[in-house]
C-alpha cells in the first residue's frame, strides 16, 4: 500500500509560480508512474502532468510550456513546478502513483493541496 502526501499548494497572483511536491511511503517509489490530476469547482478531475517509471513525461495542453514534472527517486518524491500560473489552474491537485501488473492496475492518491490563483 502507497501512501501519497502532496504540500507546497497555496495562494498566488497570476504570473506567479509554485512548487508542489508529493512524498511516496509504503512501496517501491520507482516502479510507479506519478501523475498530477487537478479538480476545478464543478469539473472533472483531469490529467496535467504524468512521468513514467523510466522518467517519460506527458502534459495535457493548458500547461505545456508553463509547468514541469519530475521525479526524485532517492526522495520517493515527485514535484510539479508551476509557472506562469493562471486563474484557470485554480483547483485542488491530487498526486497519484500508478502500476500495472498484468492485468491489474493499481492506483493510489493523496488527499490533494488547494491551488488558487488570484490577484
Known amino acids: 500500500q502507497v501512501q501519497l502526501v502532496e504540500s507546497g499548494g497555496g495562494l498566488v497572483q497570476p504570473g506567479g509560480s509554485l512548487r508542489l511536491s508529493c512524498a511516496a511511503s509504503?512501496?517501491?517509489?520507482?516502479?510507479?508512474?506519478m501523475g498530477w490530476y487537478r479538480q476545478a469547482p464543478g469539473k472533472q478531475r483531469e490529467l496535467v502532468a504524468s512521468i513514467t517509471a523510466g522518467g517519460s513525461t506527458n502534459y495535457v495542453d493548458s500547461v505545456k510550456g508553463r509547468f514541469t514534472i519530475s521525479r526524485d527517486n532517492a526522495k520517493n518524491t515527485v514535484y510539479l513546478q508551476m509557472n506562469s500560473l493562471e486563474p484557470e489552474d485554480t483547483a485542488v491537485y491530487y498526486c497519484?502513483?500508478?502500476?500495472?501488473?498484468?492485468?491489474?492496475?493499481?492506483?493510489?492518491w493523496g488527499v490533494g493541496t488547494q491551488v488558487t490563483v488570484s490577484s
Open positions: 509504503g512501496g517501491i517509489f520507482s516502479i510507479y508512474a
Open positions: 497519484n502513483a500508478r502500476r500495472v501488473r498484468g492485468a491489474t492496475r493499481y492506483d493510489y
